[in-house]
């Protein structure tokens, strides 16, 4: 049994709605150090903000990339990443083009990871492959994309799509990589059990707007 301090380690404690304020991204980030989360997951119009009030604290700034479609250009994409490090961002959570995967336009999908990759520097950078689109097939190949173009993370789903993470896609993932990357699970990560499920099944990092229902070993009905 995991302890729920072991657990609140693996969490970027997240808010990624579309009408999310600046009260709520500071309430964020305050209930990210209170319970000493591992970084907070926003957009990047909310990146210095969360600098800001993270300053002083262990907790990160992660901010969503081309999220959360995927299907902007690649330079755009390298762009935002490296405008969300200017402001103070550590942790890049991208979003590959799910189309050009799926029509086996694999050098493109990798020179999309490895332009945001470069746009990071020395921050770490999350894949995310929005796990619920692909098949097993697929789902390994973009896994080895994103080791090719030396990403930190892979990452299961944005959580606005058609589904989220699941024991198996974690453990596929981990399967493919290895030790080489980490593997973040995210989308319906709501309860404690299933927190404890993700990371048994090779999760490093567990994306979720229910980290505090989950170190409270509680379930939340939270949007990501």
């Avoid at 590959?96 to 945001?116: C, P, T, Y």
């Avoid at 990357?181 to 490093?204: D, H, N, P, Q």
């Amino acid at each position: 049994m995991m302890k729920t301090e072991e657990i609140a380690k693996y969490i970027d404690h997240t808010l990624l709605a579309s009408n999310a304020t600046e009260d709520k991204i500071i309430q964020l980030c305050s209930e990210a150090v209170e319970h000493s989360f591992a970084s907070v997951c926003v957009n990047s119009c909310w990146t210095s903000v969360c600098a800001r009030q993270l300053k002083n604290s262990d907790v990160s700034v992660c901010t969503v990339v081309g999220f959360p479609l995927g299907a902007m250009k690649s330079e755009s994409k390298a762009f935002e990443a490296a405008q969300a490090i200017a402001d103070g961002a550590d942790e890049i959570d991208m979003v590959i083009n799910v189309g050009l995967l799926k029509q086996g336009r694999l050098d493109a999908v990798e020179k999309d990871i490895a332009l945001v990759k470069e746009a990071c520097k020395d921050k770490l950078l999350k894949v995310i492959i929005e796990t619920c689109l692909l098949s097993d097939e697929e789902k390994e190949t973009a896994c080895r994309l994103a080791m090719n173009a030396k990403a930190d993370f892979v990452k299961t789903s944005t959580g606005f799509s058609t589904g989220g993470a699941t024991e198996k896609d974690v453990a596929l993932m981990r399967s493919v990589v290895k030790d080489a990357l980490g593997v973040k699970a995210s989308g319906g990560v709501r309860s404690y059990e299933t927190a404890v499920a993700m990371i048994s099944s090779g999760a490093t990092r567990l994306g979720t707007s229910s980290g505090i229902a989950i170190v409270q070993g509680a379930s939340s009905d939270g949007a990501y």
